[in-house]
């Protein structure tokens, strides 16, 4: 349930349907997702996002499927429940394998745990990570 | 400051003292860093969490730097000061570029807004990241 | 779905009721809303929350409308989906133009964005930030 | 302690330089703040996150001090040192008055606890927050 | 709605059914939780999991009533709903009373208010809490 | 670093002074923590903060000493040092035993690991836990 009505493409000012057309055929795909439907009560936030994401997850240095990987570990920090649905099926469509998730899981768990204990510790950080010595 | 004394080899137990090798050995380094030197008051958590460490963090199906990408972005998300550090310098240690390094920080910007915007319009779930369905 | 069973007017004792009628006179609604049939549970705690958010949450140096949209951030922040829901509700009561809420989202996700970078670098404070100085 | 070294404006580089100017003239200050200093190894995300916020942050429909407080409430709850202090630092700088820092410190408080109130008893959203409905 | 199929007993790898059946022996009851289920894809983190939550839970120096209680501290503060109500449900079925809870609950929201308080005014640490020091 | 300075017992108005004068004789300290030093800013909220503490860290249905292990867990989840360090030094004067701290971590950890794993799986609350139902 969103805090706003979802603006379905039937009912976009040209502005947001102009955005609409790009995500469709960018990702090849019918419809966009929810997730644009109510972001698109602020059009300019919505051109920036969707700009800014396009260019932010294009394969570069680091490939598209080890890109929405990160972006999953950032979702489930942040506790984002649509974040997580969806970009685990960006992942999958990418080619995720069930190994890879699997491995996911297991350094998420395990970088959520150490987190834990080094705030809980108050663990100084060693000197030698220091880049502005030597 | 941590809210332990730091447990150094010299102090350290026999079952301490066994595991602080293994990381050494491991990892080729003359010392362990301060996170163990904390953990070390409790040498069961100490031992259990550096062989899931080194069993999780080891190349599978994701390759070791890739992994290391994703535990920084879980240490980001969670603030977690120290793990920040240590990650984004074994990140380096595995031959993360510059370029890289930038694009992680690009992403990881790019998820925490998106997550804050799902977030505050609290955009429903599209039913075709639906699973169980089909 | 509660840890708790709602405590609905017919079945508070005394002591909740005052405060439910409390609530009811000062907002001027026909009920109370969820989060306190929740709380009542623990009656001098609902008390102490209604009494202290009443106090909080007046007009001051701050007006009414800018004490919710701070509310809105904290919560997106805390990702506090029953939280995100009554306080929009609540900003949009007191008068939040589309336009306003807009600005909102934007701000809420420009601050997400820097948070993780600055994390992510963890940038030194600038000395000049020091209030103590001079 | 950050993960990079400052790049200061003497050793930027021209597309940096640029950036650097225009916040300083934007800003009317002698010299940016080390956030910029740190985030200029990404260039393009230096040029975007400054574009941005210098656009979201202008005044609006919410005035510039009223958006430095909303700023701050997100910061805090993500529990950013940087951006905690220098968002406290800006928002002085527009007029923040200490009776308004006081009320601003006390719903920062109240909403924190809510939020965890609501979260600890996962009280569901009343049906009346939807905005789909009639 | 979860990100993979559950894995039911009848469906289950016999590595994965093994650990049904301890957790089911151990704790007594006709089936495994939904968490166990979904965890259930990466049958090594499944079993490690189970493994070190039975140790780690088990009452030892803390009574096991007290480590469900501080465990559904730490699953508020992140937020975790799936793990608020398994907890909770854990608390009871270990003999947690109303009042206990209702304590709990307040503890809970106060230290979520000193936190944000703390680090909204980036309190310094005093000198005292030093454990090095004499 | 503060974002206010201290405010010194000898600074001190009379009502701030007349709080400090009631944490000290309480706690039979011969001075106030920073905590309430730079709290004191806005002496209402100072007043309210120290006297629902007081009232909430007594012991009641829960001993002392779980109250402040409870503090420790969700200061750790938020990540805010400033109350690690205190309630970790609030809890060893109240009788914390080394063992007693070790249990405390590892649970944490835990804790903190099978959130994430929950999360990140979106797992389905089992209807079992609905206390409505029944």
Same mark, same amino acid.
């Given at each position: 349930?969103?805090?706003?009505?979802?603006?379905?493409?039937?009912? !976009?000012?040209?502005?947001? !349907?102009?955005?609409?057309?790009?995500?469709?055929? #960018?990702?090849?795909?019918?419809?966009?997702?929810?997730?644009?439907?109510?972001?698109?009560?602020?059009?300019?936030? *919505?051109?920036?996002?969707? =700009?800014?994401?396009? =260019?932010?997850?294009?394969?570069?240095? *680091?490939?598209?499927?080890?890109?929405? *990987?990160?972006?999953? !570990?950032?979702?489930?920090?942040?506790?984002? =429940?649509?974040?997580?649905?969806?970009?685990?099926?960006?992942?999958?469509?990418?080619?995720? #394998?069930?190994? &890879?998730?699997? =491995?996911?899981? !297991?350094?998420?768990?395990?970088?959520? &745990?150490?987190?834990?204990?080094?705030?809980?510790? &108050?663990?100084?950080?060693?000197?030698?990570?220091?880049?502005?010595?030597?």
């Amino acid at each position: 349930m969103a805090t706003v009505k979802l603006i379905h493409y039937e009912d !976009a000012s040209p502005e947001v !349907a102009a955005v609409y057309d790009d995500i469709k055929r #960018t990702r090849n795909v019918p419809d966009v997702n929810n997730f644009w439907k109510t972001l698109a009560h602020n059009p300019a936030l *919505l051109k920036r996002t969707w =700009e800014d994401l396009r =260019e932010v997850m294009a394969p570069g240095a *680091l490939d598209g499927l080890t890109k929405e *990987l990160i972006y999953i !570990a950032v979702s489930v920090a942040n506790g984002c =429940e649509y974040c997580i649905h969806s970009h685990t099926a960006n992942a999958r469509a990418k080619g995720m #394998t069930e190994e &890879q998730y699997r =491995e996911l899981l !297991a350094i998420i768990a395990m970088a959520s &745990q150490t987190n834990a204990l080094a705030n809980a510790l &108050q663990t100084p950080v060693d000197p030698k990570f220091n880049v502005e010595a030597g």
